[in-house]
């Protein structure tokens, strides 16, 4: 919402007067701000752990998966970036492929990219035949006696290449994991919050009937202040919550953290950045649109409010 917003500034000065403390010590700001962030999200989405960064998130959403599916494997996107922890390189091609290689429980799934990738615009069906691509590499794991906790996905992969998945695709995929006994996780840390404009949420540009089993946020949510969020289903938290070894996280959700991510949404929504978002995206794209038609470089144009990519082409 801006560099030293003064909102922002104002709230997390008036609350550092106050009280910061650890999040043993049970306070208002951490109720409040869940309730605020639940009224963004599908209703089914009603439980919230609060951490201190998008790479914390990912690596409990793992957590979640495998504790809620009792099974180990993730599928991923290729090149696909989702944080600096050892769990998390383990699952970002963009990563491990420069590391350690790939781990047997990973599976990498071709992007959902209709321009430079395998299935491209003038294909007849190209988001049943990206979400067929999962399908495939789930049936040749169940051969291998592997089973899938998660297919785990940035909402629109930025890393990646900025790529908006044709609408349907995640819907495909989510029935084809859901089949195989694992849960969908919609990885929206660097794509949440409005950026996308038309909505919210980034994954909500997939269809109204289409629900994440969890989501995970970081970055904007707190404004470059250390927050991060995942969301999820009462039946996985009851899962989580059953092994009788409690989550603790000492700062996630100090009343702090708390009183900056409700201003930050005050802001949103007080400055209507949601629809700057649409109009300064739209604008941007129009002038880079007339580039392309200029520069026989510019192959590709495309985005989603103010999440856009131009490809560059020999």
């Known amino acids: 919402v801006g560099h030293c917003h003064p909102d922002i500034v104002k709230a997390a000065h008036e ?23 639940s009224k963004t999200l599908p209703e089914k989405l009603c439980i919230f752990y609060f ?10 959403a793992l957590r979640l998966a495998r504790q809620y599916t009792k099974h180990e494997d993730v599928i991923v996107l290729d090149h696909a970036y989702h944080g600096h922890l050892t769990s998390l390189i383990d699952i970002s091609p963009y990563k491990f492929r420069n590391l350690e290689g790939q781990k047997e429980w ?6 959902p990219d209709t321009y430079r990738g395998l299935y491209r615009e003038d294909h007849e069906d190209s988001v049943t035949a990206y979400a067929n691509e999962v399908k495939n590499i789930i049936e040749h794991a169940h051969k291998r006696g592997r089973k899938i906790a998660a297919f785990f996905v940035e909402s629109l992969p930025s890393v990646g290449g900025q790529i908006i998945p044709p609408a349907g695709y995640f819907q495909k995929v989510a029935e084809h994991v ?13 794509v949440g919050f409005g950026r996308v404009g038309k909505h919210f949420w980034a994954f909500q540009l997939q269809g109204e009937d289409f629900i994440p089993d969890i989501v995970t946020m970081g970055k904007p949510i707190g404004n470059g202040h250390p927050l991060a ?15 009788g070894v409690e989550y603790f996280n000492t700062f996630g959700g100090n009343p702090v953290s708390c009183a900056i991510g ?13 629809a700057h978002a649409t109009e300064v995206g739209n604008f941007l794209m129009k002038i880079l649109k007339e580039q392309q038609i200029k520069h026989p470089i510019i192959g590709d144009v495309r985005g989603c409010g103010l999440f856009i990519g131009v490809d560059l082409i020999k």
Do not use: M, W
Not at 15 to 37: C, F, G, I, K, P
Not at 106 to 111: D, E, L
């Open 106 to 111: 990973v599976h990498v799934a071709p992007v």
């Open 15 to 37: 609350q550092n007067q106050l009280l910061n403390t650890n999040s043993r010590y049970l306070h208002d700001n951490l109720v409040d701000y869940a309730e605020r962030l």
């Open 262 to 274: 409700l201003a930050v949404l005050d802001v949103i929504e007080k400055e209507h950045l949601q």
């Open 178 to 190: 859901h089949k195989a006994g694992g849960i969908f996780i919609a990885d929206e840390i660097q």
């Open 229 to 243: 969020c995942v969301a999820t289903t009462e039946e996985i938290a009851e899962a989580f919550a059953a092994t």
């Open 51 to 60: 951490l201190n960064s998008g790479s914390e998130a990912n690596d409990l």
